[in-house]
């Protein structure tokens, strides 16, 4: 059964700050790996999504990578701002189990002014 | 629509009582999910809908939990009997199938039970 750990729970940090937020899975038989962003109250955003065949994806000050292998991705935020804050999930699909995502507990992440 | 649309995004209930969440996808997407997420806890898988073929059930926690898709496109997940445990977040998500990129979903905002 896929597994999928995030570390740290919480995170804090001043503005400005460069930050990474980690992901592990223990099936490294998987489609793809996706970030979302959770604001509270509200529906998941998906960040990036990056495939079983990419080392990782970017968007803007976001860059998400992926090793298989080892069953790691992380999710690296530059020049960190208050609009950021929000909690962060990484969930993967596992080869031929359909679309069915499997989240991690996710990240939840402040940023002060 | 533009978006996943569901409602109610609220819902107050008392323990016991039968309650039904509706989940409009996105226009065009056959295929339909139901996660709940529950207090401190991660998302958790309920059902899948795609298509005509018979859904993927093995999520439901229980047999009080049960969700139709009528026409292929509206969903609706009922809880019977609702417990104090039942309350969470319940989030629908669609995409299109095939995927032009497997597991790209769409999320709606989710409704909140709130079971007393």
């Known amino acids: 059964k896929q597994e999928v750990t995030q570390i740290p729970a919480a995170l804090s940090v001043p503005e400005g700050e460069n930050l990474v937020l980690n992901c592990s899975f223990t099936?490294?038989?998987?489609?793809?790996l996706q970030w979302f962003r959770q604001d509270p109250g509200k529906g998941l955003t998906s960040l990036l999504l990056?495939?079983?065949?990419?080392r990782e994806q970017t968007s803007g000050r976001l860059n998400a990578s992926l090793d298989k292998s080892s069953g790691r991705s992380t999710l690296y935020i530059a020049a960190s701002q208050p609009g950021d804050s929000a909690t962060y999930l990484c969930?993967?699909?596992?080869?031929?189990?359909?679309?069915?995502?499997?989240f991690g507990g996710g990240t939840r992440l402040m940023v002060k002014p | 629509g533009a978006g996943v649309s569901q409602s109610p995004s609220n819902k107050v209930t008392e323990k016991g009582k039968d309650v039904e969440l509706r989940c409009d996808p996105i226009?065009?997407?056959?295929?339909l999910y139901w996660y709940r997420q529950s207090l401190g806890q991660g998302l958790e898988f309920l059902i899948y809908?795609?298509?005509?073929?018979?859904?993927?059930k093995s999520g439901l926690p229980s047999d009080r939990f049960s969700a139709e898709r009528t026409g292929g496109s509206v969903s609706t997940l009922t809880i019977q009997r609702t417990q104090q445990e039942d309350s969470a977040v319940y989030l629908c998500?669609?995409?299109?199938?095939?995927?032009?990129?497997?597991?790209?979903?769409?999320f709606g905002e989710g409704s909140r039970l709130t079971v007393l």
């Open positions: 998500a669609s995409s299109l199938q095939p995927a032009s990129v497997p597991g790209e979903l769409f």
């Open positions: 099936d490294s038989a998987i489609y793809n």
């Open positions: 990056i495939q079983s065949s990419q």
């Open positions: 969930a993967v699909i596992r080869d031929n189990a359909g679309n069915m995502l499997t």
């Open positions: 226009s065009g997407h056959t295929a």
């Open positions: 809908f795609q298509g005509n073929s018979a859904p993927d």
